[in-house]
T-cell receptor, first 113, second 114 residues
Framework: EADIYQTPRYLVIGTGKKITLECSQTMGHDKMYWYQQDPGMELHLIHYSYGVNSTEKGDLSSESTVSRIRTEHFPLTLESARPSHTSQYLC????????????FGDGTRLSIL | TQLLEQSPQFLSIQEGENLTVYCNSS?????LQWYRQEPGEGPVLLVT?????EVKKLKRLTFQFGDARKDSSLHITAAQPGDTGLYLCAGEARLYSSASKIIFGSGTRLSIRP
């Protein structure tokens, strides 16, 4: 069973607020990812990290930022939330070596009013 | 640009029927995963296939990796309401040396009617 946790599970907040979505994994995985997903739709990669102090933007442009100060922690921050940021945000990690699958958290459902 | 196309996008069938979901690409993958995602949760891994032509069975689910490792299929026999969910395929594409990239398909939303 994968050990990757996201908090909060649900967040409803007003426009202009600063938001941080937390993601932690206890598997010691170097690779971590953030995806944005509208309900029932495909996943869009917005950020990834291959290790501490390494962060890259994904395929989908996002106004969010990420940091990777510790291996187990990969938080995502929105400096000023807008209604267009309303979505589900999924965090994943992946072990080293070939053929390793991604392990997903349960996601954060974000709603900006 | 590497793409992974899934079909059908939506499928609604009666309990007890059989179905097949397809995942196709023009790119070669070193491995391919299938995930199932239920509403409000993250995707959960069902299977990983790595060898061209490989077939794996998971109870009523049969997964096949194409001979050329460019495509895959998921066949469900005697579908049950519990099979309802979003099915995602994901291919691992080699970039250079030891680097690889995971590419997700667009997903198939499956609904099984009792």
């Amino acid at each position: 069973e994968a050990d990757i946790y996201q908090t909060p599970r649900y967040l409803v907040i007003g426009t202009g607020k600063k938001i941080t979505l937390e993601c932690s994994q206890t598997m010691g995985h170097d690779k971590m990812y953030w995806y944005q997903q509208d309900p029932g739709m495909e996943l869009h990669l917005i950020h990834y990290s291959y290790g501490v102090n390494s962060t890259e933007k994904g395929d989908l442009s996002s106004e969010s930022t990420v940091s990777r100060i510790r291996t187990e922690h990969f938080p995502l921050t929105l400096e000023s939330a807008r209604p267009s940021h309303t979505s589900q945000y999924l965090c994943a990690s992946r072990g080293q070596g070939a053929w390793q699958p991604q392990h997903f958290g349960d996601g954060t459902r974000l709603s900006i009013l | 640009t590497q793409l992974l196309e899934q079909s059908p996008q939506f499928l609604s069938i009666q309990e007890g029927e059989n179905l097949t979901v397809y995942c196709n690409s023009s790119s070669v993958f070193s491995s391919l995963q299938w995930y199932r995602q239920e509403p409000g949760e993250g995707p959960v891994l069902l299977v990983t296939v790595v060898t061209g032509g490989e077939v794996k069975k998971l109870k009523r689910l049969t997964f096949q990796f194409g001979d050329a490792r460019k495509d895959s299929s998921l066949h469900i026999t005697a579908a049950q309401p519990g099979d309802t969910g979003l099915y995602l395929c994901a291919g691992e594409a080699r970039l250079y040396s030891s680097a690889s990239k995971i590419i997700f398909g667009s997903g198939t939303r499956l609904s099984i009617r009792p």
